[in-house]
């Protein structure tokens, strides 16, 4: 047995004893013959603390006249990040044993390591200087933090100090056997504050793995509301970094939830739409095939209602984590999946191939200048000189640049979303305002053009049912696919290759066609797609839960193939094929071409015209000066918005094929 009164008076006589030695005759220092100034004392020494304090029931009345245990274990001190160090750095009030009446035994843990980095810096102490200064800036988060800020209760203190968490004695540090032990008894720590939520912990599937099986690496508070940063949950922040810290384990949930439109919102920094805790709880979570999770089978549909308040049985079977490589759990987005990469790498080999050629043969035939001038001037008819050919009418015109101009919106808006861990994405969502306010825009823009779309069908129904009899489908003047369409095409690739002359076409081209028909694909693929989307609950009442899976990723896929399109083979075919240079080619705003330009690209049209003597009736006057001034101006303005817009989606693409 230790008798740590009589240590205590064994030391106090050893220090009185040398207090005495160093004092004059009548016990007071000698002033007569003054000496030079001795080194400072050396500090006392732990074991001197440990006498008493390594004794297991030590203890001594606190401020409110209860006993405070105040024992430390050696052992245990000696391996922490401070078991090298005097206990008198941090109890620097103690100078005496027995302590001096009146002292104040508290510890500034901020001002402690505060000073000791400074003094490192200015030591130049490599080693120490990295780990303090981590230790300082996790001081820094710290003083940031709700935990650092005055207690509504008594403002007097702060809601927690360093040592309601650490206990100072025992900081032990990262990748320590007794740090992983230390981790155990977090919760229990968090609880002395926060008693409900840990109640509520205790009974979920991380509390049972930390509390009862003593599993180290299951989640702790800390790895879900950081360590330093603790801030209130229901701040935007905090639920955006809970939701991160969620995948700090769950790493391929993580990966899943943010291919969702959830997880998109959260990637771009808005916190409004669902996140990990919101379906799975948070305090209380439980395992899937637990009947008291709120994402169980029998409570999922009760767990959608708390966002989409009209969510109907359909919900249930959204797959939240679905992936487009595993067919086994998930063969419908499998087969989605591979079925959109085939048509991007078909459709973009074919054209970007066509596009290359053509390019090199143009170049060629203007190098060698075989194909220009195209016309004549006196082949033309005396009422056709000074004139031009009306291809395109006002109404045609109009719909146009609506179209156009609805379509690189939705590029916008569209593929800020698709690609929101980009830098530009987050830069475009902060001008709009938030996601909310770009799904508006996106919204209108989708309805602009898909009323454009309809309206272009019922001209086509009401122009079928006035002709029915007479309209020719397979005719010049007919959009619908021909046999000529293919041979034409084969005679485009022997012109290529220098096989065979550049083929004539009549009214309209293969490539043309092309273009007409994609729309309707478009519209079918990307508008059916978007109308699911935006009207949930209509569609979960009719299609299971899984179909907002498939159209979030067609969706998606056709959106990147239709930008990808417009703005390299659409662009090319109009502007920057070297008989178009310079660009823009402005037809598509004025309405009329050059007879010149009109005979090299629809030569059969031109001569069917001009035997029939048709043609005078497509003959119009010039564009004035100042709408061809204005219609170069827009097309440009257009052409730099795709440009730009091809370079937003190629970054977003690309990046998130290497983050993949």
Not at 243 to 253: A, E, F, I, M, R
Not at 473 to 478: A, E, T, V
Not at 509 to 535: N, P, Q, R
Not at 581 to 592: R, S
Request: proline content about 5%; charged content about 20%; overall charge positive.
């Amino acid at each position: 047995m230790r008798f740590p009164g009589l240590a205590v008076l064994m030391v106090s006589g050893v220090i009185s004893l040398a207090t005495m030695m160093g004092a004059g005759p009548t016990g007071a220092a000698d002033t007569a013959n003054p000496k030079p100034a001795e080194p400072a004392a050396p500090k006392m020494e732990n074991a001197i603390c440990l006498s008493c304090h390594g004794n297991a029931e030590f203890a001594m009345p606190g401020p409110d006249g209860n006993m405070r245990m105040l024992h430390v274990t050696p052992d245990r001190f000696e391996k922490s990040a401070h078991g090298k160090r005097f206990c008198v750095d941090c109890h620097q009030d103690i100078t005496a044993i027995p302590h001096q009446p009146g002292v104040q035994h508290k510890v500034g843990c901020v001002t402690c390591h505060e000073t000791l980095w400074e003094n490192a810096k200015k030591d130049n102490k490599t080693k120490e200087n990295a780990r303090l200064g981590v230790v300082v800036e996790q001081i820094d988060h710290y003083m940031k933090s709700i935990h650092a800020r005055p207690n509504k209760d008594d403002q007097s203190r702060t809601n927690a100090t360093c040592y309601a968490c650490h206990d100072a004695h025992y900081v032990y540090p990262k990748g320590s056997p007794q740090r992983a032990l230390w981790r155990l008894g977090i919760p229990n720590a968090c609880g002395k504050c926060h008693a409900k939520e840990r109640q509520e912990y205790e009974k979920s599937v991380h509390g049972d793995e930390v509390l009862w099986k003593a599993n180290p690496k299951a989640a702790i508070c800390s790895d879900c509301h950081t360590t330093h940063d603790v801030e209130k949950p229901a701040l935007d922040s905090t639920r955006l970094v809970i939701t991160q810290n969620c995948g700090n384990c769950h790493k391929d949930s993580l990966k899943s939830y943010v291919q969702t439109y959830h997880g998109k919102v959260n990637t771009l920094g808005y916190a409004y739409t669902a996140k990990c805790f919101d379906c799975h709880g948070s305090h209380s979570i439980q395992r899937v095939s637990d009947p008291n999770s709120r994402v169980h089978p029998d409570n999922r549909l009760q767990t959608c209602q708390q966002c989409h308040a009209g969510a109907t049985a359909g919900f249930v079977t959204f797959l939240p984590h679905s992936t487009t490589h595993d067919f086994s759990r998930y063969p419908y987005m499998w087969l989605a999946s591979k079925f959109m990469i085939a048509l991007l790498f078909g459709v973009f080999l074919f054209f970007w191939a066509h596009s290359a050629l053509w390019f090199y043969r143009e170049h060629q035939d203007r190098k060698n200048r075989v194909s220009r001038p195209h016309v004549a001037m006196a082949e033309l008819p005396a009422l056709a000189k000074g004139k031009y050919f009306r291809r395109f009418g006002r109404v045609w015109r109009i719909a146009h640049l609506v179209f156009a101009l609805s379509v690189m919106t939705l590029v916008l808006t569209g593929t800020a979303v698709l690609f929101a861990d980009t830098a530009w994405a987050k830069a475009i969502m902060s001008a709009f305002g938030s996601p909310k306010v770009t799904a508006i825009v996106h919204r209108v823009s989708a309805s602009l053009m898909l009323g454009i779309f309809f309206l272009h069908l019922v001209y086509l129904a009401v122009r079928f049912a006035r002709s029915e009899k007479t309209f020719d489908w397979f005719g010049p003047n007919s959009l619908v696919p021909r046999w000529q369409d293919l041979w034409d095409a084969i005679a485009m690739f022997k012109w290529f290759f220098g096989q065979g002359p550049r083929p004539m076409f009549d009214r309209w081209t293969y490539y043309e066609k092309f273009d007409y028909w994609a729309v309707f694909w478009g519209m079918g693929i990307i508008g059916g797609s978007g109308m699911m989307l935006a009207f949930p609950n209509v569609t979960a009442s009719i299609l299971p839960g899984w179909i907002f899976n498939i159209s979030t990723l067609v969706h998606g896929e056709e959106a990147i193939l239709a930008a990808v399109f417009l703005f390299t083979v659409h662009f090319f075919n109009n502007h920057f094929r070297p008989d178009k240079l310079p660009p823009p080619d402005i037809v598509m705003f004025t309405g009329a071409v050059t007879l010149e330009e009109f005979r090299h690209e629809h030569t059969l049209e031109y001569n069917r015209l001009v035997e029939s003597g048709e043609l005078a009736k497509h003959l119009v006057d010039a564009p004035s000066r100042q709408m061809t001034l204005g219609s170069r101006i827009l097309g440009l303005t257009m052409i730099s918005i795709g440009l730009t817009l091809l370079v937003l989606v190629l970054i977003g693409f690309v990046g998130g094929f290497n983050g993949a």
